[in-house]
């Protein structure tokens, strides 16, 4: 290759990778496209049911009433469940804060995918891909957090001041979200293969969680319970019930959330830019 | 513009407004052999196979010039286009811009379940456009692209002609410093080329260069100064309109 001979400034290199700053920069002038993205999707998600947008609330409570139907009445899996508003809230806490990032990681694992033609059309920071799904995401959740209210008022627990914690711990947990999306989308691009395997990763990570569960009360093994506590799913579930249950929240776990998160959102968002080109093949 | 005016690449001394260097862009492609299920079985996965899209193509284009593409099909004129607008990874080689190139294609399809003016939405946001910014521009590029009465139906209702022609309308939403066009305007009617064909001689005006690649030789004799052949990912001939297109389809004249 010729050495490259352009000393005027004004020709850039068009397929140069932006440093981080212009990166940046080009992500937050974007950001309203995350926004019109969720507002879009979730109003077109629902439009040809008879039901429409309300399924964004009957939704969570089916889910809620079939799992407390198989885990607290047919196989009792409540052994040891204390806190306040009993193994109802208990498995509607668990379930909403898991499946938020189930659905926050799976739709970010195709954001790239999906979005070939836009990929294709226009250059602009990759990373606005998986944060929009993380958005779409977080608005589509939230019909589910208001459920936990509902339910912890429903089972008659009082309320206390550290249910204005649980949307700070969303939030959180939000830019784990981010994050591990932004770690599916690499994955996937890579090895398409992700997306059939996502479905089983969750479903693990499902009973890895005590999500219906109290794993103090199942899990004995002392290092095996280590690992429960790593585990980033079972430390944002464990400061969600400390907010709405008052229940005991282990200090391992908030460090595991805060490690998890920082590992998340910048390893992750500096593994994904150093791909920034690859998305383009797809 | 006169031909004398343009700035021609072999004095070197005008500014540059995209400088293409000995580019060569690989892609890896995987080949269905269709094969029975036993032979997929004993020869086990997919075959990738690499297709040389582009052999080393150098190209100056200088501020102010409007450039024609023709080639058989297959030639690596597309791939030409996407390696300029920087969404094209090479294999080799560099490519330099001055200012932003916007890739005007067929292919700007967002999504499929939402109406075009959210899609015209959504394209402008992408592109670092405020959405105040984009609203005030709507209504002309709607009535440009002749889609009112369909701008709140969803894509998927399109047919291929108004789809081409809303793809149009979100790339025209902001003037580039280079529009690189791709055989956009071939699906249309009469009447809407004929418009488009006005909207990108205003929109030349406007920006530093434009890159044309069609199969109708009478659009760029009728847009373009100079044209360039790309035959197999490699240069034929590069050079005045009238040359280059008597050469390269001696009858179309």
Redesign the interface.
């Given at each position: 290759?010729?050495a490259?001979r352009?000393t005027?400034p004004?020709?850039?290199?068009?397929?140069a990778n932006s440093q981080l700053g212009p990166y940046l920069r080009?992500l937050w002038?974007?950001r309203?496209?995350g926004w019109?993205?969720a507002e879009?999707d979730l109003r077109?998600r629902q439009i040809t049911t008879i039901f429409g947008s309300l399924w964004h609330l009957l939704n969570p409570l089916l889910s809620i009433a079939v799992y407390f139907l198989v885990f607290g009445l047919i196989l009792k899996t409540d052994r040891g469940v204390d806190g306040k508003g009993g193994f109802l809230l208990f498995l509607t806490v668990g379930l909403f804060v898991f499946q938020y990032t189930q659905r926050a990681v799976t739709q970010g694992a195709i954001s790239i995918v999906a979005?070939r033609?836009?990929?294709?059309?226009?250059?602009?920071p990759r990373a606005?891909l998986p944060l929009s799904a993380t958005l779409t995401e977080t608005f589509a959740a939230l019909p589910s957090f208001i459920v936990v209210y509902v339910v912890a008022i429903t089972t008659g627990t009082t309320p206390t001041w550290s249910w204005l914690a649980l949307p700070g711990i969303v939030a959180w947990q939000m830019l784990f979200n981010f994050g591990a999306a932004m770690i599916a989308a690499r994955v996937t691009t890579h090895f398409r293969d992700m997306q059939q395997l996502l479905p089983f990763v969750f479903r693990l990570l499902i009973y890895a969680s005590g999500v219906f569960f109290s794993i103090e009360n199942y899990v004995s093994d002392g290092w095996m319970t280590v690992l429960f506590i790593l585990n980033p799913m079972y430390a944002f579930i464990a400061m969600a019930r400390w907010a709405t249950m008052g229940m005991d929240m282990p200090a391992e776990a908030v460090f595991a959330a805060i490690v998890w998160t920082a590992v998340a959102l910048v390893g992750g968002f500096l593994w994904f830019k150093s791909a920034e080109?690859?998305y383009?093949?797809v | 513009m006169t031909a004398s005016e343009q700035a021609s690449p072999a004095t070197g001394t005008e500014?540059?407004s995209v400088?293409v260097?000995?580019v060569h862009v690989n892609f890896r492609v995987y080949k269905d052999n269709d094969a029975s299920l036993r032979e997929f079985v004993r020869r086990g996965m997919r075959r990738a196979v690499d297709v040389h899209a582009l052999k080393g193509v150098s190209i100056e284009i200088g501020v102010g010039e409007s450039v024609g593409i023709v080639g058989s099909n297959g030639s690596g004129k597309s791939t030409l286009l996407?390696?300029?607008?920087?969404?094209?990874?090479?294999s080799?080689?560099?490519?330099?811009?001055?200012?932003?190139?916007?890739?005007l294609?067929v292919?700007?399809?967002?999504?499929p379940?939402?109406s075009g003016r959210?899609n015209i939405?959504?394209?402008g946001?992408?592109?670092?456009m405020?959405?105040s910014e984009i609203e005030a521009k709507l209504h002309e590029v709607v009535e440009f692209a002749g889609l009112e009465e369909s701008i709140n139906l969803p894509l998927n209702t399109y047919s291929v002609g108004m789809r081409s022609r809303l793809?149009f309308a979100i790339?025209t939403l902001r003037v580039a410093d280079v529009l690189l066009v791709d055989e956009a305007l071939a699906v249309g009617d009469q009447a809407f080329r004929e418009r488009s064909l006005a909207r990108l001689r205003s929109l030349r005006d406007e920006a530093g260069a434009v890159v044309l690649v069609t199969h109708n030789l009478v659009e760029i004799r009728q847009s373009c100064s100079r044209a360039i052949w790309l035959e197999q990912g490699e240069i034929r001939a590069d050079g005045d309109v009238g040359e280059v297109l008597d050469e390269y389809s001696p009858t179309s004249a």
């Open positions: 290759m010729p490259t352009v005027d004004g020709l850039v290199d068009a397929h080009g002038k974007r309203s496209y019109y993205v879009s077109q979005n033609g836009l990929i294709q059309a226009i250059r602009f606005l080109h690859a383009d093949r | 500014q540059l400088l260097e000995d996407r390696a300029i607008a920087g969404v094209q990874p090479l080799n080689g560099k490519v330099f811009v001055r200012g932003e190139a916007h890739l294609g292919g700007a399809a967002l999504k379940l939402l959210r939405l959504l394209g946001l992408a592109m670092g405020t959405r793809a790339a």
